[in-house]
């Protein structure tokens, strides 16, 4: 096509669906990116990117089931146990019976594991920074709710 040719209807259409099908690919390929990024960072710290994860649901949720950590961590509850035993066993983590549930056993956050927290909070914040680096902040509320509106579409 020459520069004073117009694209046709369909070629404008075909553009139109392309970037649906694109954005699932940028999508990923940032999971991609941030997953790295942020094992990269926490790796100094002592921590896996299950274990940042762990501990960032247990200082949101308070006291939590392993269940509860693992679909919340989205790992495997079996996954999880590994996660909560390593955890447990540098303190950073405590366990104590469900008063309600004999079976159930609670997990919460020590005053080291939210130390630990604070610190990996503080590496995963410059990778945010970065990423967010010449984006408003309008913007960035805005790709949020976009985000969150995503997650739970597909969450039905």
Known sequence: MNKNQKPSAETGAARNRRPSLRLTYVIGSLDRILRRRM?????PL??????FTALSVLDANGRASNAQVAERSFITPQSANEVMNAMSARNWVSREPDPTHGRIVLLQLTD???AVLRECEQAVKAI?????DDIGVDTAAGVQQHLEAFVRNLRG
Do not use: F, P
């Open 39 to 43: 094992s990269e960072a926490l790796a």
């Open 112 to 114: 080291e594991g939210r």
């Open 46 to 51: 002592g921590l896996t990117l299950a274990q």
């Open 128 to 132: 945010e920074k970065q990423m967010l």
